[in-house]
């Protein structure tokens, strides 16, 4: 059974646990970096939300929110969320976590982009993603995938 998601705080706990994931790197090194320097307290919010197996990180994804005045994406345009970083660790694959993160996204009711990991494609189709068509100087070599809630269309460039 899935458990509820949690929005991750940054202490030393959550960023022994990020190691584990593949996509560690500049936005987790620079975590621990202020959390050693006391820029952010321990505890403090961090953007990520995750999922528990007992007391381990088992999945996790990155979620920020756009302002309305950079949407590029949406029509209207509006706030949306920016999904990355969604990782569900390989002995934890396909028994729903995955799936269950990006649900939770999806219930703020806001536009979703994300940009996905080669080979996840299937998976994203599943979620009800799509792409959009490419805009060379928007997207910059990305593939973004983007999920509509209702009323909601892509933005013509
Ligand atoms: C891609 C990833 C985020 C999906 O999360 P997950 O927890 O494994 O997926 P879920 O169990 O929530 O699956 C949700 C649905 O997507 C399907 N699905 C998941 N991964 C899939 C894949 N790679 N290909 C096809 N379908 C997939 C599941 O069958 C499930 O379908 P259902 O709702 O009809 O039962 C996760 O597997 C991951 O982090 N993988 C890392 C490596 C990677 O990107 N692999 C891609 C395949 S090589």
Redesign the pocket.
Known sequence: MVNKVEKLKINYKTLEEFKKFKEYGHQELSMLEDLEANIVENDSDSPFYGLYFGDKLV?RMSLYQVKKQFDRYFEPPQDYLELWK???LPN?????????LVEFAKSYGLPIKTNP?V??Q??WD??GFTPVHYDVERDRGENPLVWYPAGVTEQVQ
């Open positions: 999945a969604l990782e569900v934890y694959q396909g028994k729903g976590y995955g799936k269950a990991r080979k996840s299937d998976f599943k979620m």
